[in-house]
């Protein structure tokens, strides 16, 4: 491993079944959540990078509440992620 990366769904858009057929060729995702709109929001700092992945619970009602499903943290020097 090099390097850890992080990728999110549309905040509008579902992913039609791709999301299912890329999670089988691929066992190092270590975390999917396809049902679900929303969006990854990440904190950097010199020490370590934190990304929440977060959903929407109505993705067409502008004040609608997020939620954080998940959320990794990379430290310097480290390869690989903490979860929660």
């Known amino acids: 491993m ?3 990366e992080f990728v999110g769904t549309s905040v ?11 999670l ?4 190092r995702v270590k975390f999917h959540e396809w049902r ?3 969006y990854d929001c990440g904190e950097i700092t010199p ?3 934190r990304t929440d ?3 929407m619970r109505n993705v067409t009602d502008p004040k609608a509440e997020t ?3 998940k959320w ?9 992620v903490l979860d929660a």
């Open 36 to 38: 679900h709109c929303g």
């Open 2 to 4: 090099i390097a850890t």
């Open 24 to 27: 089988l060729q691929n066992p």
């Open 72 to 80: 990794f943290v990379v430290e310097s020097g480290q390869l690989g």
């Open 47 to 49: 020490d370590r990078w």
């Open 12 to 22: 509008t858009s579902s992913s039609g079944g791709w999301a299912e057929r890329f």
């Open 53 to 55: 992945f977060r959903a």
């Open 67 to 69: 939620v954080i499903l």
